[in-house]
Every structure is written in C-alpha cells, then in structure tokens.
C-alpha cells in the first residue's frame, strides 16, 4: 500500500515557522522526487518545491525561495519542508508527492491527503 503522511500543519503567526514532515511508505522512496504543492480555497494547486531522489537537486517556487526549505532523509523515508518567514498568503493546505521521473516537470504519481497551514496576520 502506497502511503504519503503529511505532518506539522497548524496555525502561526506571520512571521513564525514550522517544519512539515512527509512519511512515505510502500515504494521505493530512493526512486522517486518529492514535491510539496499547496492550495488555498478557491485557488489553483501551486507547485512550491521538490527535492530528487538522491537530494543532489532541489526546485523552489519564486513565492517560496529564500523562505522554505526542502530535505530528505532517504534512511527514514522522509522528506520535509521548513518554512520560515511565514506570511498570511502561504494558507493553504500542504501537500507531498512522489515522482517517478525524478521532478522532472513535476510529473507526480502519488500523493498525500495534506495537513492545513494557516498563518495570521
């Protein structure tokens, strides 16, 4: 069974972080990129980060760079997402996913059923 957990979400004030955390199970996690997306009522589903399957690679979203943080750790088949400098326009529920071709395109395969960031003003 193909499982992505997505834990840490909750509610901060502008300008606090928190550190999201993406356990994976039931594939090879070493073969595949991971992504975090986000999407806010209403809105389009934003592609913010991924991370390749070894880590020598690492995308980030222009809202997000210099902010957000993406990692893996491939011996507890984690990946996590550290963000800093919140604003209130980063609510949003949070998501991981996996990809087989390696964040190329952000082609994703699997997917998590997302925590819920909320940042306040």
């Known amino acids: 069974e193909v499982q992505l957990v997505e834990f840490g979400g909750g509610l901060v004030q502008a300008g606090g972080s928190l550190r999201l955390s993406c356990a994976a199970s039931g594939f090879i996690f070493d073969d595949y990129g991971i992504g975090w997306f986000r999407q806010a009522p209403g809105k389009e589903r934003e592609g913010i980060s991924c991370?390749?399957?070894?880590?020598?690679?690492?995308y980030y979203a222009d809202s997000v760079k210099g902010r957000f943080t993406i990692s893996r750790d491939n011996v507890k088949n984690t990946v996590y997402l550290q963000m800093n400098s919140l604003k209130p326009e980063d609510t949003a529920v949070y998501y991981c996913?996996?990809?087989?071709?390696?964040?190329?395109?952000?082609?994703?395969?699997?997917w998590g059923k997302g925590t819920l960031v909320t940042v306040s003003s």
């Open positions: 996913a996996a990809d087989k071709i390696d964040c190329l395109g952000y082609g994703m395969d699997y």
């Open positions: 991370i390749s399957s070894s880590a020598n690679s690492t």
